[in-house]
């Protein structure tokens, strides 16, 4: 029987590979973002969004606090870096989103898993946003390894568990992978690249976002399919995205840390839905990994709110392991 040994959470936003002296620069873009959410969980121009902003927030725009916050954020990739290492696994299942990298318009599934034996990386593929951390993503154009089989079978394994689930087994020509899988075989795995299988949550766009239940329902369906694999394998779980962005919502993260730790289920299923829009939609991932997890303990290992603006906007990094 395979089992899920370890889970994983981590950021993975493009200012966590920029040195905090471009913060403002990336602050530049927040004021043409159109997925700006307001604390009252409202759509907003981001001078509508300063105008709300707390004063106190000029406070957290200290270069000391930014190095800071920054530096935090490096030991925190590279302690879940170190403890997926450590896990010895044979497979990582990635929980992400995909932001119009993979899907569009013409054809947006809720929940996807990719089952080719390789997925290929395109750089030049990557969004304007994250350019100028593209070293975070893989410079080269190159295929990275899937864990094919677990990911037929967990499609198999969740379709018998009424989950409805799209499938890809190629990328069009010029097209790769979304930058929350990316990302972690980059920065996560860096040269100890271990097979994985890419799970597509489409937390970003109405109106067929799986709510926070079906999500966590979802993770525990994918701990039922690891454990009817019919092997003796090692598997690592890992959210990747969130916390709150892109405007920082203290309030709302440290809820839903404190209901990882505790097992709140009921809770994470109660979250606002206001609240969980936009890039803060990424906290879903994480309520799916807590779901495939659940027979393990969180821990935080660290929580580092990065505002690059008086608006509040920026991205409230987390890290954190299930074991």
Known sequence: MAEIVIGLGTSHSPQLSLTPDT?????????????LYGLDGKHHTYDEVLSMADSSIEKQLDPALWQKRYDACQVGIATVSQKLADANVDAV???????EEIFHEDNFPAMAIY?????????????AALKRAAWAYG?????YPVAADLASHMIGSLIEQQFDMAHSRYLNKGRGMGHAFNFVYTRIMQDKIIPMVPVM?????????????????LGQAINEAVKSWDNDKRVAVIASGGLSHFVINEE???????????????????????HISSGSSEIRNWIAASGATEHLDFKLIDYAPCYRSPAGTGCAMAFGSWS
Request: charged share 30%; aromatic share 8%.
């Open 23 to 35: 913060w403002s620069l990336h602050a530049e873009n927040d004021k043409r973002n159109p997925f």
């Open 93 to 99: 299942i990635v929980i992400g989103d995909d932001q």
């Open 115 to 127: 089952w080719g034996d390789t997925i290929p990386n395109v750089p030049d593929s990557l969004q």
């Open 139 to 143: 410079l080269e154009e190159k295929e």
């Open 201 to 217: 949550l489409n937390t970003y766009y109405p109106p067929n976002q799986p709510t926070p239940e079906r999500s966590y329902r």
């Open 252 to 274: 709302i993260d440290q809820r839903v840390i404190k209901d990882l730790e505790t097992k709140n289920a009921q809770d994470l299923f109660d979250l606002p839905r206001e």
